[in-house]
Protein backbone atom coordinates (compact mmCIF):
# COMPACT_ATOMS: atom_id res chain seq x y z
CA UNK A 1 0.00 0.00 0.00
CA UNK A 2 3.16 2.19 1.11
CA UNK A 3 4.05 1.87 -2.40
CA UNK A 4 1.32 2.71 -4.11
CA UNK A 5 1.10 5.62 -2.74
CA UNK A 6 4.42 6.45 -3.08
CA UNK A 7 3.95 5.81 -6.98
CA UNK A 8 0.86 7.88 -7.30
CA UNK A 9 2.45 10.98 -4.99
CA UNK A 10 5.34 10.65 -7.48
CA UNK A 11 2.94 10.91 -10.63
CA UNK A 12 1.09 13.63 -9.27
CA UNK A 13 4.65 15.65 -8.53
CA UNK A 14 5.50 14.78 -11.78
CA UNK A 15 2.58 16.33 -13.73
CA UNK A 16 2.84 19.59 -11.81
CA UNK A 17 5.55 20.58 -13.62
CA UNK A 18 4.08 22.54 -16.08
CA UNK A 19 0.93 22.70 -18.23
CA UNK A 20 -1.15 19.86 -16.89
CA UNK A 21 -2.90 19.76 -20.66
CA UNK A 22 0.66 19.08 -21.96
CA UNK A 23 -0.02 15.56 -20.32
CA UNK A 24 -3.44 15.08 -21.41
CA UNK A 25 -4.00 11.89 -23.83
CA UNK A 26 -5.06 12.60 -27.40
CA UNK A 27 -8.17 11.15 -27.22
CA UNK A 28 -8.93 13.90 -23.88
CA UNK A 29 -7.55 16.30 -26.23
CA UNK A 30 -9.83 16.03 -29.16
CA UNK A 31 -13.02 14.92 -27.49
CA UNK A 32 -15.87 15.11 -29.59
CA UNK A 33 -19.50 13.99 -28.67
CA UNK A 34 -20.03 13.93 -32.42
CA UNK A 35 -16.86 13.04 -34.58
CA UNK A 36 -17.49 9.27 -34.25
CA UNK A 37 -20.12 6.02 -34.71
CA UNK A 38 -21.92 3.73 -37.45
CA UNK A 39 -23.30 7.31 -39.33
CA UNK A 40 -20.43 9.10 -38.83
CA UNK A 41 -17.85 5.87 -40.27
CA UNK A 42 -20.66 5.74 -42.66
CA UNK A 43 -20.78 9.26 -43.88
CA UNK A 44 -16.73 9.45 -43.74
CA UNK A 45 -17.03 6.00 -46.56
CA UNK A 46 -19.40 8.17 -49.16
CA UNK A 47 -17.32 11.39 -48.53
CA UNK A 48 -20.46 13.09 -46.76
CA UNK A 49 -17.65 14.18 -44.00
CA UNK A 50 -13.96 15.59 -44.32
CA UNK A 51 -12.57 15.15 -41.07
CA UNK A 52 -13.14 16.04 -38.91
CA UNK A 53 -16.81 18.02 -39.60
CA UNK A 54 -16.22 19.39 -43.40
CA UNK A 55 -18.60 19.47 -45.55
CA UNK A 56 -20.98 20.49 -43.71
CA UNK A 57 -23.42 22.69 -46.47
CA UNK A 58 -23.20 19.83 -49.00
CA UNK A 59 -24.08 17.03 -45.92
CA UNK A 60 -27.29 19.67 -45.24
CA UNK A 61 -28.19 19.65 -48.94
CA UNK A 62 -27.50 15.99 -49.47
CA UNK A 63 -29.54 14.80 -46.43
CA UNK A 64 -32.22 16.90 -47.17
CA UNK A 65 -32.78 16.36 -50.83
CA UNK A 66 -33.32 12.41 -49.62
CA UNK A 67 -35.67 13.71 -47.44
CA UNK A 68 -37.29 16.19 -49.22
CA UNK A 69 -37.04 16.36 -52.66
CA UNK A 70 -38.88 13.26 -53.91
CA UNK A 71 -41.53 14.28 -51.68
CA UNK A 72 -41.95 17.53 -53.67
CA UNK A 73 -41.84 15.06 -57.23
CA UNK A 74 -44.23 13.00 -56.02
CA UNK A 75 -47.12 15.90 -54.83
CA UNK A 76 -46.60 17.69 -57.95
CA UNK A 77 -46.95 14.21 -60.43
CA UNK A 78 -49.89 13.48 -57.97
CA UNK A 79 -51.11 16.84 -58.61
CA UNK A 80 -51.29 18.02 -54.74
CA UNK A 81 -48.20 20.17 -54.42
CA UNK A 82 -50.21 23.52 -54.22
CA UNK A 83 -53.76 22.12 -54.58
CA UNK A 84 -56.36 19.41 -55.13
CA UNK A 85 -56.99 18.64 -51.38
CA UNK A 86 -57.49 20.69 -48.44
CA UNK A 87 -53.44 20.17 -47.09
CA UNK A 88 -51.07 20.76 -49.88
CA UNK A 89 -47.39 19.60 -50.01
CA UNK A 90 -46.04 23.08 -49.84
CA UNK A 91 -48.75 24.38 -47.65
CA UNK A 92 -48.65 21.75 -44.71
CA UNK A 93 -46.46 23.73 -42.58
CA UNK A 94 -45.08 21.03 -40.10
CA UNK A 95 -43.48 19.12 -42.86
CA UNK A 96 -41.78 21.76 -44.19
CA UNK A 97 -40.58 23.34 -40.98
CA UNK A 98 -39.72 19.74 -40.63
CA UNK A 99 -37.25 18.72 -43.84
CA UNK A 100 -36.33 22.33 -44.31
CA UNK A 101 -35.60 23.75 -41.37
CA UNK A 102 -35.30 21.07 -38.24
CA UNK A 103 -33.32 18.46 -39.95
CA UNK A 104 -30.64 21.02 -41.05
CA UNK A 105 -30.30 21.97 -38.02
CA UNK A 106 -29.64 18.37 -36.63
CA UNK A 107 -27.04 18.44 -39.15
CA UNK A 108 -25.35 21.28 -38.31
CA UNK A 109 -25.94 20.86 -34.69
CA UNK A 110 -22.63 18.19 -35.06
CA UNK A 111 -20.10 20.59 -36.16
CA UNK A 112 -21.22 23.49 -33.22
CA UNK A 113 -21.52 20.00 -30.62
CA UNK A 114 -17.98 19.27 -32.07
CA UNK A 115 -16.11 22.42 -31.64
CA UNK A 116 -18.25 23.74 -28.67
CA UNK A 117 -17.46 20.57 -26.25
CA UNK A 118 -13.78 19.76 -26.79
CA UNK A 119 -13.58 23.41 -25.83
CA UNK A 120 -15.95 23.25 -22.57
CA UNK A 121 -13.97 19.69 -21.51
CA UNK A 122 -10.61 21.17 -22.35
CA UNK A 123 -11.66 24.19 -19.66
CA UNK A 124 -11.79 21.56 -16.98
CA UNK A 125 -7.69 21.06 -16.82
CA UNK A 126 -6.89 24.39 -18.33
CA UNK A 127 -8.84 26.57 -15.11
CA UNK A 128 -6.63 23.51 -12.71
CA UNK A 129 -10.32 22.19 -11.54
CA UNK A 130 -8.89 18.40 -12.33
CA UNK A 131 -6.09 18.23 -9.70
CA UNK A 132 -2.83 16.21 -11.26
CA UNK A 133 -3.83 12.92 -8.54
CA UNK A 134 -7.26 13.16 -10.53
CA UNK A 135 -5.83 13.37 -14.16
CA UNK A 136 -5.91 9.04 -15.23
CA UNK A 137 -9.75 8.88 -13.47
CA UNK A 138 -10.74 12.28 -16.11
CA UNK A 139 -8.92 10.63 -18.95
CA UNK A 140 -10.90 6.83 -18.11
CA UNK A 141 -14.26 9.11 -17.83
CA UNK A 142 -13.30 10.30 -21.44
CA UNK A 143 -12.95 6.87 -22.67
CA UNK A 144 -15.90 5.37 -21.05
CA UNK A 145 -17.73 8.50 -22.86
CA UNK A 146 -16.45 7.83 -26.01
CA UNK A 147 -16.73 3.91 -26.34
CA UNK A 148 -20.71 4.82 -25.92
CA UNK A 149 -20.06 7.00 -28.78
CA UNK A 150 -18.97 4.65 -30.78
CA UNK A 151 -21.43 1.70 -30.38
CA UNK A 152 -22.54 0.26 -32.83
CA UNK A 153 -25.17 -1.94 -30.90
CA UNK A 154 -26.61 1.44 -29.80
CA UNK A 155 -27.40 3.03 -33.26
CA UNK A 156 -28.81 -0.78 -34.44
CA UNK A 157 -31.08 -0.69 -31.57
CA UNK A 158 -31.97 3.25 -32.92
CA UNK A 159 -32.81 1.98 -36.51
CA UNK A 160 -34.91 -1.10 -34.94
CA UNK A 161 -37.21 0.83 -32.72
CA UNK A 162 -37.62 3.80 -35.36
CA UNK A 163 -38.49 0.93 -37.75
CA UNK A 164 -41.10 -0.62 -35.56
CA UNK A 165 -42.78 2.50 -34.91
CA UNK A 166 -42.94 3.67 -38.26
CA UNK A 167 -44.79 0.54 -38.98
CA UNK A 168 -47.60 1.28 -36.36
CA UNK A 169 -47.65 4.84 -36.96
CA UNK A 170 -48.08 4.31 -41.00
CA UNK A 171 -51.61 2.72 -39.51
CA UNK A 172 -52.81 5.79 -38.98
CA UNK A 173 -51.06 8.37 -41.04
CA UNK A 174 -53.44 10.80 -41.05
CA UNK A 175 -52.71 13.52 -38.20
CA UNK A 176 -55.46 16.07 -39.44
CA UNK A 177 -58.80 13.86 -40.51
CA UNK A 178 -58.76 15.16 -43.81
CA UNK A 179 -57.13 14.51 -47.24
CA UNK A 180 -53.97 15.68 -47.53
CA UNK A 181 -50.73 15.21 -49.75
CA UNK A 182 -49.52 12.13 -48.00
CA UNK A 183 -52.90 10.50 -47.55
CA UNK A 184 -56.45 10.24 -48.57
CA UNK A 185 -59.49 9.25 -46.64
CA UNK A 186 -61.28 6.25 -48.43
CA UNK A 187 -64.19 4.45 -46.58
CA UNK A 188 -63.28 6.72 -43.15
CA UNK A 189 -59.73 4.56 -43.68
CA UNK A 190 -56.91 6.65 -44.49
CA UNK A 191 -54.48 5.18 -47.46
CA UNK A 192 -50.79 6.93 -47.93
CA UNK A 193 -50.62 8.17 -51.47
CA UNK A 194 -46.71 7.35 -53.32
CA UNK A 195 -45.53 10.34 -51.46
CA UNK A 196 -46.60 9.39 -47.97
CA UNK A 197 -45.06 5.92 -48.39
CA UNK A 198 -41.60 7.72 -48.99
CA UNK A 199 -42.97 10.16 -46.28
CA UNK A 200 -43.53 7.48 -43.58
CA UNK A 201 -40.75 5.24 -44.34
CA UNK A 202 -38.16 7.33 -45.76
CA UNK A 203 -38.57 11.22 -44.74
CA UNK A 204 -39.81 10.80 -40.90
CA UNK A 205 -37.24 7.76 -40.16
CA UNK A 206 -34.31 10.23 -41.67
CA UNK A 207 -35.14 13.11 -38.76
CA UNK A 208 -36.06 10.64 -36.25
CA UNK A 209 -33.05 8.77 -36.16
CA UNK A 210 -31.19 12.09 -36.17
CA UNK A 211 -32.67 13.34 -33.25
CA UNK A 212 -32.80 9.91 -31.32
CA UNK A 213 -29.44 10.05 -31.70
CA UNK A 214 -28.67 13.59 -30.45
CA UNK A 215 -30.68 12.28 -27.47
CA UNK A 216 -28.56 9.06 -26.81
CA UNK A 217 -25.56 11.30 -27.40
CA UNK A 218 -26.31 13.97 -24.56
CA UNK A 219 -27.36 10.88 -22.39
CA UNK A 220 -23.28 10.49 -22.69
CA UNK A 221 -22.77 13.63 -21.91
CA UNK A 222 -25.16 14.10 -18.82
CA UNK A 223 -23.01 10.48 -17.81
CA UNK A 224 -19.91 12.10 -18.41
CA UNK A 225 -20.66 15.55 -16.70
CA UNK A 226 -21.31 12.95 -13.17
CA UNK A 227 -18.75 11.08 -13.97
CA UNK A 228 -16.33 14.31 -13.49
CA UNK A 229 -18.32 15.63 -10.86
CA UNK A 230 -17.41 12.43 -8.38
CA UNK A 231 -13.97 12.78 -9.06
CA UNK A 232 -11.94 15.35 -6.63
CA UNK A 233 -12.14 18.48 -8.00
CA UNK A 234 -10.32 21.49 -7.02
CA UNK A 235 -13.50 24.24 -7.05
CA UNK A 236 -12.27 27.18 -5.68
CA UNK A 237 -14.89 29.60 -3.88
CA UNK A 238 -13.44 32.53 -4.45
CA UNK A 239 -13.43 32.45 -8.06
CA UNK A 240 -15.12 35.37 -9.83
CA UNK A 241 -17.45 33.59 -11.78
CA UNK A 242 -19.61 32.74 -8.70
CA UNK A 243 -19.69 29.37 -9.39
CA UNK A 244 -16.06 28.09 -8.24
CA UNK A 245 -14.51 27.84 -11.47
CA UNK A 246 -17.30 26.09 -13.53
CA UNK A 247 -19.17 28.58 -14.76
CA UNK A 248 -17.77 28.48 -18.33
CA UNK A 249 -20.78 25.45 -18.26
CA UNK A 250 -23.10 27.72 -18.82
CA UNK A 251 -21.90 28.06 -22.60
CA UNK A 252 -23.14 24.61 -23.57
CA UNK A 253 -26.60 27.20 -24.39
CA UNK A 254 -24.44 28.64 -27.34
CA UNK A 255 -23.12 24.88 -28.12
CA UNK A 256 -26.63 23.08 -28.67
CA UNK A 257 -28.21 26.01 -29.87
CA UNK A 258 -29.41 24.54 -32.87
CA UNK A 259 -30.17 21.29 -31.77
CA UNK A 260 -32.68 22.87 -28.92
CA UNK A 261 -34.02 25.82 -31.65
CA UNK A 262 -35.34 22.71 -33.82
CA UNK A 263 -37.34 21.62 -30.87
CA UNK A 264 -39.34 24.88 -31.29
CA UNK A 265 -39.01 24.60 -35.07
CA UNK A 266 -41.04 21.60 -34.88
CA UNK A 267 -43.46 22.85 -32.22
CA UNK A 268 -43.98 26.21 -34.44
CA UNK A 269 -44.76 23.65 -37.66
CA UNK A 270 -47.22 21.41 -35.45
CA UNK A 271 -48.70 24.54 -34.17
CA UNK A 272 -48.79 26.62 -37.24
CA UNK A 273 -50.88 23.60 -39.47
CA UNK A 274 -53.75 23.29 -36.61
CA UNK A 275 -54.02 27.17 -37.05
CA UNK A 276 -54.19 27.19 -40.97
CA UNK A 277 -56.01 24.04 -41.33
CA UNK A 278 -58.14 22.98 -38.20
CA UNK A 279 -59.46 26.55 -37.00
CA UNK A 280 -57.35 26.44 -33.72
CA UNK A 281 -55.58 29.28 -31.95
CA UNK A 282 -52.39 30.11 -30.76
CA UNK A 283 -53.23 30.37 -27.18
CA UNK A 284 -55.24 26.61 -27.47
CA UNK A 285 -51.08 25.30 -27.24
CA UNK A 286 -50.23 26.97 -24.32
CA UNK A 287 -49.42 23.93 -22.16
CA UNK A 288 -47.80 22.36 -25.28
CA UNK A 289 -45.32 25.22 -25.67
CA UNK A 290 -44.79 24.95 -21.99
CA UNK A 291 -44.04 21.85 -22.37
CA UNK A 292 -41.32 21.86 -24.81
CA UNK A 293 -39.78 25.14 -23.21
CA UNK A 294 -39.43 22.80 -20.13
CA UNK A 295 -37.71 19.76 -21.91
CA UNK A 296 -35.16 21.98 -23.30
CA UNK A 297 -34.21 23.62 -20.36
CA UNK A 298 -33.80 20.29 -18.50
CA UNK A 299 -31.94 19.27 -22.12
CA UNK A 300 -29.72 21.75 -21.89
CA UNK A 301 -29.26 22.88 -18.06
CA UNK A 302 -30.13 19.43 -16.35
CA UNK A 303 -26.93 17.59 -17.14
CA UNK A 304 -24.85 20.73 -15.43
CA UNK A 305 -27.11 20.29 -11.81
CA UNK A 306 -25.01 17.11 -11.03
CA UNK A 307 -22.03 19.97 -9.79
CA UNK A 308 -25.41 21.40 -7.45
CA UNK A 309 -24.40 19.12 -4.25
CA UNK A 310 -20.45 19.97 -4.84
CA UNK A 311 -21.07 23.80 -5.28
CA UNK A 312 -23.16 23.38 -2.17
CA UNK A 313 -21.13 21.94 -0.08
CA UNK A 314 -18.03 23.74 -1.22
CA UNK A 315 -20.09 27.31 -0.40
CA UNK A 316 -20.77 26.06 2.75
CA UNK A 317 -17.60 25.03 4.13
CA UNK A 318 -15.91 28.30 2.31
CA UNK A 319 -18.30 30.57 4.32
CA UNK A 320 -17.18 28.88 8.05
CA UNK A 321 -13.13 29.11 6.25
CA UNK A 322 -13.09 32.80 4.72
CA UNK A 323 -15.59 33.94 7.89
CA UNK A 324 -12.51 32.55 10.45
CA UNK A 325 -9.93 34.44 8.09
CA UNK A 326 -12.15 37.60 7.86
CA UNK A 327 -12.49 37.70 11.75
CA UNK A 328 -9.08 37.22 12.27
CA UNK A 329 -7.87 39.95 9.59
CA UNK A 330 -10.43 42.75 10.97
CA UNK A 331 -9.62 42.01 14.77
CA UNK A 332 -5.95 42.36 13.76
CA UNK A 333 -7.20 45.27 11.53
CA UNK A 334 -9.01 46.74 14.64
CA UNK A 335 -6.25 46.74 17.14
CA UNK A 336 -4.10 48.53 14.77
CA UNK A 337 -5.98 50.74 13.51
CA UNK A 338 -9.02 51.79 16.01
CA UNK A 339 -7.19 50.72 19.02
CA UNK A 340 -4.00 52.53 18.12
CA UNK A 341 -1.66 49.59 19.02
CA UNK A 342 -0.29 50.57 15.04
CA UNK A 343 4.10 51.97 15.04
CA UNK A 344 4.19 55.69 15.36
CA UNK A 345 5.73 55.68 12.12
CA UNK A 346 2.91 54.15 9.91
CA UNK A 347 0.93 56.65 8.26
CA UNK A 348 -2.77 55.72 7.56
CA UNK A 349 -2.87 57.47 3.94
CA UNK A 350 -1.04 55.23 1.79
CA UNK A 351 -1.33 52.06 4.00
CA UNK A 352 -2.29 48.65 1.70
CA UNK A 353 -4.10 47.70 4.90
CA UNK A 354 -7.07 49.43 4.01
CA UNK A 355 -6.83 48.20 0.39
CA UNK A 356 -6.68 44.37 1.60
CA UNK A 357 -9.23 45.19 4.18
CA UNK A 358 -11.85 45.95 0.88
CA UNK A 359 -9.85 42.87 -1.15
CA UNK A 360 -11.29 40.51 1.61
CA UNK A 361 -14.72 41.76 1.78
CA UNK A 362 -15.10 41.23 -1.88
CA UNK A 363 -13.40 37.94 -1.36
CA UNK A 364 -15.86 37.21 1.27
CA UNK A 365 -18.64 38.50 -0.72
CA UNK A 366 -18.22 36.14 -3.66
CA UNK A 367 -18.28 33.05 -1.23
CA UNK A 368 -21.23 34.23 0.14
CA UNK A 369 -22.78 34.42 -3.01
CA UNK A 370 -21.66 31.28 -4.72
CA UNK A 371 -24.83 29.83 -6.61
CA UNK A 372 -25.94 26.57 -6.80
CA UNK A 373 -25.41 26.29 -10.44
CA UNK A 374 -22.65 26.11 -13.42
CA UNK A 375 -24.57 29.18 -15.38
CA UNK A 376 -26.13 31.98 -14.70
CA UNK A 377 -29.05 34.69 -16.12
CA UNK A 378 -27.43 34.49 -19.68
CA UNK A 379 -27.72 30.87 -19.98
CA UNK A 380 -31.75 31.57 -19.01
CA UNK A 381 -31.79 34.21 -21.02
CA UNK A 382 -30.14 32.52 -24.89
CA UNK A 383 -32.75 29.61 -24.10
CA UNK A 384 -35.49 31.60 -23.86
CA UNK A 385 -34.91 33.31 -26.94
CA UNK A 386 -34.03 29.91 -28.61
CA UNK A 387 -37.31 28.61 -27.71
CA UNK A 388 -39.12 32.21 -28.44
CA UNK A 389 -37.66 32.94 -32.07
CA UNK A 390 -39.36 30.14 -33.98
CA UNK A 391 -42.54 31.03 -32.69
CA UNK A 392 -43.13 34.57 -32.60
CA UNK A 393 -44.42 34.25 -36.45
CA UNK A 394 -47.33 32.33 -34.77
CA UNK A 395 -47.92 35.56 -33.42
CA UNK A 396 -49.35 36.91 -36.39
CA UNK A 397 -52.54 34.61 -36.62
CA UNK A 398 -53.46 36.36 -33.80
CA UNK A 399 -52.54 40.35 -34.36
CA UNK A 400 -51.76 42.06 -38.24
CA UNK A 401 -47.67 42.63 -38.54
CA UNK A 402 -48.66 46.64 -37.40
CA UNK A 403 -50.59 45.17 -34.45
CA UNK A 404 -47.45 42.95 -33.12
CA UNK A 405 -45.12 45.95 -33.89
CA UNK A 406 -47.32 48.26 -31.94
CA UNK A 407 -47.61 45.48 -29.30
CA UNK A 408 -43.98 45.13 -28.97
CA UNK A 409 -42.60 48.93 -29.53
CA UNK A 410 -44.90 49.24 -26.01
CA UNK A 411 -43.07 46.41 -24.32
CA UNK A 412 -39.33 47.59 -24.98
CA UNK A 413 -40.42 51.65 -24.67
Not at 162 to 188: C, H, Q, R
Not at 233 to 258: E, K, R, Y
Not at 287 to 292: H, L, N, Q, S, Y
Amino acid sequence: MDTMENERSAGSSELSHGKLSDHLSDAAKDFSLAAGGPLYQFLLRVKLVKPPFDRAIWRVVVITSIAWAPLLLLTMLGGRITSGVPIPFLHDYEAQSRFLLALPLLIVAELIVHRGMRQLIRQFVDRQIIKPAELSRFEACIASALRLRNSVVAELCLLVFIASAEFLWAKNVLVIPTDTWYASMVGGISKPTPAGYWYVFVSLPIVQFLGLRWYYRLFIWGRLLWQIARLDLNLIPSHPDGSCGLGFMGQIVFTLAPFLMAHSVLLSGFIANRIIHAGARLPDYRIEIAVVAILVFLIALGPLCVFTPRLIQRRRAAVYSYGSLASAYVNEFDKKWIQGQRPADEPLIGSADIQSLADLANSFSVVEHIVPFPFGREALVSLTVLIALPLLPLLLTMFSAQELAARLLKVFI
